[in-house]
C-alpha cells in the first residue's frame, strides 16, 4: 500500500469537512391521499409510516390540518435531527411551502422568513437587501424552523446559537390560533418558542436579527493534539470563528477560523471529498487492527497536509456541502470543563479500542437565557461524534455519553442521547415552565408524539 500526494491532498479535504455533509430529504412533500408514504430522516436511523404526509399551501390550510389531521400533528424540515422528534402514526407535516423572503428592513437590519426556508437559501436573499446573518451552522440545507427548534448553533466564543437572533415568531398553536409574539408581544411564548422542538406549535414565520454583508478570511491547518486543546481558548478569544476536529488515533487536529476582512475574495477549491472520506474509512478497515500502525500511517499524511487560506462571503464560507451520512451524538458543556473532557473521550477510545474514524468536533458558543437552550446561563464548548450511518453507533455512544455527562453537558436537542426527562429537569432549569406555555397553548397534546410526550413530561 503505497501513499502519495494525491493521496493527502484527499484527505486534507476530508478531514477539514468530514462532520459538514449533505444530502437532506426532498425538500417537496407532497400530500398523499390514503395511506401515506414512509417516511425517514437524513441518516436513515429514524423513520415513521403516518397516517398523512401534507404540505399546505397557505395559512388557512395549515391551520385546517393543525386542527382535523390524524394526531400527533410533527412539522418535518430537512430530517436532520437525530433524535425521533419527527416520527408519528398521525400527521407529518412539510413547511417547505411556506418558505423564502417576507420582508426586510435596511434600517433594523431585520428580515423575516418563512419557516420553511433552507439556510443555505438566506445567505443570497439577504445579499441582495443588503444585510448577513450575523453567523451561520456548519451545514445549510436544514429549515430555518427547524433548526431553531433544536437549538442549531454555528461555533464562535462571543456568538450565541442561531435561536438568539430571533426576534419575533408566528406560531399556529393546537387550537389552530395564530400567534405572532416577540420580547415585548406575548413575550413568554416568544421565550418558550425560540426553542421548542416543535412542541409548542407550527412555526410559520421567524424575524432575524442580522448585520451588514461582511467577508470572512478562513485558515485551515493541522495541528498535534495536546498543543491544540492547550491553546483552544486564546484561539476562541482571538478568531471571530474557531472551531477543531480532533482525528481519532493520530494524535492530530485540524484547526479552522474565521475572520472578517476586505482582502479580494479568493474562492475555496472545489475537490472531490467523498473520494477521500473513502480513504479514511479505509484506514480504519486495513489498520484497525494496530493503532500504532494506524497512528504512524495517518501521521505521515496529516503531516503533508498545506496550511490552507482563502476568501469569501459570509454565507459562502461557513458551510460546506457532502454526501456521506453519519448518526450524530452532541453534548454542551461549560467552556471550563471542554479540555478535560476531549481527552477523556480520546483516551476512553483509544483505549478501549473503539471503532471510528470521523473526528470528533470541538466548537464555543456564547450562553444565552433561552429556557431550552443547551446554553442557558453559560459559556460552552460544543462536543460532537459521528458514526457512518451503516456501522452500528451504539458502541461508540455509550462510551462517551458518561463522560459527557460527569462534566456537566446538556445534550443538543437534535442529536442522540439517553437523557431521561427527570435528568433534563435538572439539566433545563426552565423545562417547567416551557411546559406550562405548552399546555396554554396546545392542551390537548396535538404536537406530543410517544417521544415528546416521555421527553418533556415523564409520561
Keep these: 500500500m503505497t501513499y502519495s500526494r494525491r493521496d493527502a491532498l484527499k484527505l486534507a479535504a476530508i478531514i477539514g469537512a468530514l462532520p459538514l455533509f449533505s444530502g437532506f430529504a426532498s425538500r417537496n412533500v407532497e400530500a398523499q391521499s ?24 397557505g395559512l388557512d390550510q395549515l391551520i385546517d390540518i393543525v386542527r382535523a389531521s390524524p394526531g400527533p400533528v410533527r412539522a418535518v424540515g430537512a430530517g436532520h435531527s437525530f433524535t425521533p422528534l419527527v416520527p408519528t402514526g398521525g400527521t407529518i407535516l412539510s413547511l417547505s411551502r411556506f418558505s423564502g423572503l417576507k420582508d426586510a428592513d435596511r434600517a433594523s437590519m431585520q428580515a423575516t422568513f418563512g419557516a420553511g426556508t433552507r439556510l443555505g437559501d438566506i445567505g443570497p436573499a439577504l445579499d441582495q437587501v443588503g444585510q448577513a446573518m450575523i453567523n451561520m451552522p456548519d451545514i445549510d440545507e436544514q429549515s430555518l424552523a427547524g433548526s431553531i427548534a433544536t437549538g442549531t448553533h454555528g461555533t464562535g466564543a462571543s456568538l450565541t446559537a442561531l435561536p438568539g437572533y430571533v426576534t419575533g415568531l408566528q406560531v399556529v398553536s393546537g387550537k389552530g390560533d395564530v400567534i405572532d409574539c416577540d ?9 418558550a418558542a425560540r426553542i421548542s422542538l416543535g412542541a409548542l406549535g407550527i412555526v410559520t414565520e421567524i424575524h432575524l436579527q442580522n448585520r451588514e454583508p461582511y467577508r470572512l478570511h478562513r485558515a485551515v491547518w493541522v495541528e498535534e493534539f495536546d498543543t491544540m486543546v492547550d491553546k483552544a481558548e486564546s484561539l476562541a478569544a482571538k478568531h471571530r470563528n474557531f472551531e477543531f476536529y480532533t482525528i481519532p488515533y493520530s494524535g492530530r487536529c485540524l484547526a479552522i477560523t474565521h475572520d472578517e476582512t476586505d482582502a479580494p475574495i479568493r474562492p475555496r477549491q472545489v475537490t472531490n471529498d467523498d473520494e477521500g472520506l473513502e480513504q479514511l474509512k479505509l484506514l480504519e478497515d486495513w489498520l484497525g487492527w494496530s493503532n500504532w500502525l494506524r497512528r504512524k500511517v495517518t501521521n505521515t499524511i496529516a503531516d503533508d497536509i498545506p496550511r490552507e487560506e482563502h476568501v469569501d462571503r459570509s454565507w459562502k464560507i461557513y458551510p460546506s456541502d457532502r454526501a456521506v451520512r453519519f448518526n450524530e451524538m452532541e453534548y454542551h458543556l461549560p467552556a471550563e470543563n471542554g479540555p478535560a473532557a476531549l481527552r477523556a473521550i480520546k483516551n476512553a477510545i483509544e483505549d478501549n479500542d473503539v471503532d471510528v474514524w470521523f473526528p470528533f468536533e470541538y466548537r464555543f458558543v456564547k450562553g444565552d437565557d433561552m429556557w431550552l437552550s443547551p446554553f442557558h446561563g453559560r459559556d460552552s464548548v460544543s462536543i460532537a461524534v459521528h458514526r457512518y450511518f451503516k456501522e452500528d453507533y451504539q458502541p461508540l455512544f455509550r462510551v462517551i455519553e458518561p463522560i459527557f455527562r460527569k462534566f456537566g453537558g446538556r445534550p443538543h436537542w437534535g442529536k442522540l442521547h439517553t437523557m431521561t426527562h427527570q435528568e433534563l429537569s435538572v439539566a433545563y432549569p426552565r423545562l417547567k415552565d416551557f411546559n406550562r406555555i405548552r399546555q396554554e397553548l396546545d392542551p390537548d397534546g396535538r404536537f406530543l408524539s410517544p417521544y415528546l410526550r416521555a421527553l418533556l413530561t415523564g409520561a
Excluded at 34 to 45: I, K, Q
Excluded at 183 to 191: C, D, G, H, R
Design 34 to 57: 390514503g395511506r401515506a408514504l414512509p417516511w425517514r430522516n437524513w441518516s436513515g436511523g429514524q423513520t415513521a409510516n403516518p397516517a398523512a404526509r401534507v404540505a399546505p399551501t
Design 183 to 191: 420580547a415585548t408581544s406575548n413575550a413568554e411564548i416568544f421565550e
